[in-house]
C-alpha cells in the first residue's frame, strides 16, 4: 500500500519562500511520476507541477512558472517543491501525488490520472 506524506507548510508573508517535501512509501519510487495539488478555500483541487519519473522532465502550470521548482531525489523516494516570491493567492493545502508511469517521460496533468495521494499540508501566505 503506497504512502505519501508531505510537509513543509506553514505561515509566511507574501514574497517569503516554503519548501515542501513528499516521502514516499510502500512502492518503488523511481517508477511513479510524481505531482503536486493544491486546493484553495472553496475552490477544486487543481494541478500546480509534475515530474517525470526520472526527474529529468517536469511541466508546471503557467502561473506557477518562474516561481515554483519541483524536483526529486530517487534515492530519498521524496519529491520537493521550491515555493519562491509566494502570494497570498498561493494559499492552499497542497497535496503530493504518485502515479505508475508507462513512459520515463509521462507526466499526468489531470487529478484523476494520480492513484496514490498524500494528506496535504496547509500554506498560509499573508499580505
Known amino acids: 500500500q503506497g504512502q505519501l506524506v508531505e510537509s513543509g507548510g506553514g505561515l509566511v508573508q507574501a514574497g517569503d519562500s516554503l519548501r515542501l517535501s513528499c516521502v514516499a512509501s510502500?512502492?518503488?519510487?523511481?517508477?511513479?511520476?510524481m505531482g503536486w495539488f493544491r486546493q484553495a478555500p472553496g475552490k477544486e483541487r487543481e494541478f500546480v507541477v509534475g515530474i517525470s519519473r526520472s526527474g529529468t522532465f517536469s511541466h508546471y502550470d503557467d502561473s506557477e512558472r518562474g516561481r515554483f521548482t519541483i524536483s526529486r531525489d530517487n534515492y530519498k523516494n521524496t519529491v520537493y517543491l521550491q515555493m519562491d516570491t509566494l502570494k497570498p493567492d498561493d494559499t492552499a493545502v497542497y497535496y503530493c501525488a504518485a502515479v505508475d508511469a508507462p513512459s520515463y517521460f509521462w507526466i499526468p496533468r489531470v487529478l484523476g490520472e494520480y492513484d496514490i495521494w498524500g494528506q496535504g499540508t496547509h500554506v498560509t501566505v499573508s499580505s
Open positions: 510502500g512502492f518503488t519510487f523511481n517508477n511513479y511520476a
